[in-house]
């Protein structure tokens, strides 16, 4: 069974500064799917970034950045030029390949931007 | 675009009462799921379906029944409602390929007194 694990609860970031939230995973798959989510006070759920295991280089989007570590099992959320709509709840999430595969994930991090 | 719709948004149970949550999509999606979210567990998984008329048990079932009648539509179902079922309940729905990730509702906050 695969296992994601966020071990920060709570992080705290002066606008403007960057961030790194922290994400580990187990599994014995080659190929599969990792995700981070950022869920703000509006409780939505909205896909921040995604990254294929089988891809060497690290997924972007925009201010967002991962540092994908397979050998480590290893997926961290860089979040530079950190801004007040940042503050949300983030979550690590994978999923391996195949038809009957589900999404699993991490307990999530409560990340706070301060002015 | 309304993606995938939940209703109700919130809900006050009162214990052994039964309720049904609705949830639409309107993504021609394979896949739908029902999720629970409490603080300190993240998203747990209660049951899922693969295709019109089809459900599978997630992590957490117990409690819980569903009903995918129809492709567009996964009902989540509380037959006697226990204050341990107060928690955001989240449905998602993806195609067959879940490598893009799920789309999600914008949740339900049910509480059982």
């Known amino acids: 069974a695969q296992t994601v694990t966020q071990s920060q609860p709570e992080m705290s970031v002066q606008e403007a500064e960057t961030v790194t939230l922290s994400c580990t995973y187990d599994?014995?798959?080659?190929?599969?799917?990792l995700f981070w989510y950022k869920q703000p006070p509006s409780r939505q759920m909205i896909l921040v970034i995604r990254?294929?295991?089988?891809?060497?280089q690290n997924a972007t989007e925009n201010r967002f950045s991962v540092n994908f570590q397979k050998a480590a099992k290893s997926f961290s959320l860089k979040i530079s030029d950190s801004q007040l709509g940042d503050t949300a709840m983030y979550f690590c999430a994978f999923i391996p390949p195949g038809a009957n595969s589900k999404l699993t994930f991490g307990k999530g991090i409560t990340l706070s931007v301060r002015p | 675009n309304a993606g995938v719709t939940q209703t109700p948004k919130f809900r006050v149970l009162k214990t052994g009462q039964s309720m049904t949550l609705l949830c639409a999509q309107d993504m021609n999606h394979e896949y739908m799921y029902w999720y629970r979210q409490d603080p300190g567990m993240g998203l747990r998984l209660i049951h899922y379906s693969v295709g019109e008329g089809t459900t599978a048990k997630g992590e957490v079932p117990d409690g819980y029944n569903v009903s995918r009648l129809k492709k567009q539509n996964f009902l989540l179902g509380l037959e006697s409602a226990a204050p341990s079922q107060t928690s955001v309940y989240f449905c998602a729905s993806n195609r067959a390929e879940a490598n893009y990730g799920y789309t999600f509702g914008s949740g339900t906050r049910l509480t059982v007194v």
């Open positions: 990254q294929e295991a089988y891809k060497q």
């Open positions: 599994t014995s798959e080659n190929n599969y799917y």
